[in-house]
T-cell receptor, first 114, second 113 residues
Framework: GNSVTQMEGPVTLSEEAFLTINCTYT??????LFWYVQYPGEGLQLLLK?????DKGSNKGFEATYRKETTSFHLEKGSVQVSDSAVYFC?????????????FGTGTSLTVIP | DSGVTQTPKHLITATGQRVTLRCSPR?????VYWYQQSLDQGLQFLIH???????AKGNILERFSAQQFPDLHSELNLSSLELGDSALYFC????????????FGPGTRLTVL
């Protein structure tokens, strides 16, 4: 079946530190992979996506590369800011699944301190 | 603003009651998804509708039901409410079926007393 395993949180970093949030997946078909971000009191927003192996998604300084050989989609940012404090969700959508069900990880809470 | 609207924003009710949550998808989106987010369970997929038809079911209780109307808005009905049903309920929409990103609404916070 399909599933997403995400790095446990919470994560606390100082401003300008390097961020990595690990995400690995299991999929029966050919998934698209996503990172969503949820700021306090808000809904989830798409941060970046990748639709096939070796694709790199990027947005707002965040990057993630679709690695089929390691079934991973780790989120990275070179220099975090206080405004990046949020909960980050890794997700997959399996195109082979006609219901287009999304599978979300459990979320990783990030706090960036000045 | 994602373009997905949800009403009401907050709902407080008592155990045993029934409530209806409403979602309007982005203009042109045919798919609507419902999720439940609670502190202990994380984000749980409930159900997916595409152009009025149910397409996938997740961890949705029998006390819960949903439908998508011809104008593509959707309603999630929760009945015989229990304390454990207190959570944030999100609706999301997407353009098609497979592989497309979902756009989330702001959520409805349900409190069952």
């Amino acid at each position: 079946g399909n599933s997403v395993t995400q790095m446990e949180g919470p994560v606390t970093l100082s401003e300008e530190a390097f961020l990595t949030i690990n995400c690995t997946y299991t999929a029966t078909g050919y998934p698209s992979l996503f990172w969503y971000v949820q700021y306090p009191g808000e809904g989830l927003q798409l941060l970046l996506k990748a639709t096939k192996a070796d694709d790199k998604g990027s947005n707002k300084g965040f990057e993630a590369t679709y690695r089929k050989e390691t079934t991973s989609f780790h989120l990275e940012k070179g220099s975090v800011q206080v405004s990046d404090s949020a909960v980050y969700f890794c997700a997959l959508s399996d195109r082979a699944n006609t219901g287009n069900q999304f599978y979300f990880g459990t979320g990783t809470s990030l706090t960036v301190i000045p | 603003d994602s373009g997905v609207t949800q009403t009401p924003k907050h709902l407080i009710t008592a155990t045993g009651q029934r409530v209806t949550l409403r979602c309007s998808p982005r203009s042109g989106d045919l798919s609507v998804y419902w999720y439940q987010q609670s502190l202990d369970q994380g984000l749980q997929f409930l159900i997916h509708y595409y152009n009025g038809e149910e397409r996938a079911k997740g961890n949705i209780l029998e006390r819960f039901s949903a439908q998508q109307f011809p104008d593509l808005h959707s309603e999630l009905n929760l009945s015989s409410l229990e304390l454990g049903d207190s959570a944030l309920y999100f609706c999301a929409s997407s353009t098609g079926l497979a592989g497309n990103e979902q756009f989330f609404g702001p959520g409805t916070r349900l409190t069952v007393l």
